[in-house]
């Protein structure tokens, strides 16, 4: 009883999550020649490019306004958030369905973009969004990685935010010789408040060699960090590959502020990758009410050949 009224008490302490950050400036060399004219993340996981599952995660979230990190050639993101007025007064006079533009509409001011002019790392990514996050906590996602799950990952983690405040990361587990590609956190106490999915971070390293370590729980691409990080940022070394890593500033933050790791309840599917970015797009087609029962069929044909 003591324990659940604190922690209600302390949801009124902790500063909201509105703001959100995607870094959207990578070049997406891993799908060329497809990503030649076309930002990564606008290619579709069906009929919604891949960075909407993000924008639309946030939002489930409450998230409010949207920073994008973006780069030369990326200019179509933002397109995609704006009004197309040929496109719409031509869809209004034929008397189409509007309804499927819904999720591309932004609240004047709401979206916002910054550019990194030089891809030094996620860190430097992150940094290049300083004085728009200003002193607010904010949240970090990853587009290539598409969370699927009711709630979805960044509200699983706005609500533990609200019980424990500080920064929170959202983890997974992969097998042993997967981690070095991920950061991997060093885990401490999982606390019972969330059913064992809140684990206390301890360390954190980004892309170990397998046998170093620390655990296989990698970061998965969702982040709630405090707006010290900008500061952390700012005098950070270059860390694996030659790149500013976010990662190594969160790591010189622990013991100053509270670290949290939250294991997403839903599914995580890896659109960085080409056999991933296929799993995403079977999987979600095949949980569709409009076209499941179809691609069911199609699957098992192709199957059983
Ligand atoms: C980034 C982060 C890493 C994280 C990963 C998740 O790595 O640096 O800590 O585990 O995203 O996708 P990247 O994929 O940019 O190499």
Known sequence: MARAFLSRQS????????KAVFPVAGLGTRFLPATKAIPKELLPVIDRPLIQYAVDEAREAGIEQMIFVTGRGKTAIVENFDIAFELESTMAERGKDMSVLEPTRFTPGNLITVRQQVPLGLGHAIW?????VGDDPFAILLPDELMVGKPGCMKQMVDAYNEVGGNLI???????DKVSSYGVIAPGATLDMLDGTLTEVKGLVEKPPVDQAPSNKIISGRYILQPAVMRTLEGQEKGAGGEIQLTDAMARMIGEQPFHAVTFGGKRYDCGSKT???EATLAIAL???DMGTEVRAIAERLLAK
Do not use: W
């Open 11 to 18: 949801m009124n302490t902790h500063k909201p999550i509105k």
């Open 128 to 132: 290049c969004a300083r004085a728009i």
């Open 170 to 176: 959202s983890v997974l587990e992969v097998p042993q």
């Open 287 to 289: 949980e569709r009410e």
């Open 276 to 278: 991933g970015f296929v």
